[in-house]
Nanobody, 125 residues
Framework: QVQLVESGGELVQAGGSLRLSCAASGRAFNNLAMGWFRQAAGRERDFVAAINWSGGTTRYSDSVRGRFTISRDNAKNTVFLQMNNLKPEDTGVYYC??????????????????WGPGTQVTVSS
């Protein structure tokens, strides 16, 4: 089992920045690819970004590429999501997820086996 806890979500103005963190425990963190997903009210959970076990491979959705950066610190069992130039459409609950595999073989939410409770990000216009 993997336990995940997100932090860092808050209300921010459009154009601002936030850094989300996700602390992991319970399994060898450096055996897991990690991802961030978000869910706006009334919508499905969408892929945002993912990173492989070493941090050497990252993937992003088209809507955030160039604005968001995913990274990880394996010594601290933590994955981060740096979000810059935030837009109102970035509003939602952001979830950290772990893939039971070291490489990012998929960005499908259904394939990620472990999830955190989520953290709310609200971007005001």
């Amino acid at each position: 089992q993997v336990q995940l806890v997100e932090s860092g979500g808050e209300l921010v103005q459009a154009g601002g920045s936030l850094r989300l963190s996700c602390a992991a425990s319970g399994r060898a963190f450096n055996n897991l690819a990690m991802g961030w997903f978000r869910q706006a009210a009334g919508r499905e959970r969408d892929f945002v970004a993912a990173i492989n076990w070493s941090g050497g491979t990252t993937r992003y959705s088209d809507s955030v590429r160039g604005r968001f950066t995913i990274s990880r610190d394996n010594a601290k069992n933590t994955v981060f999501l740096q979000m810059n130039n935030l837009k109102p459409e970035d509003t939602g609950v952001y979830y950290c997820a772990a893939l039971d595999y070291p490489e990012v073989e998929t960005t499908s939410a259904s394939q990620f086996g472990f999830w955190g409770p989520g953290t709310q990000v609200t971007v005001s216009s």
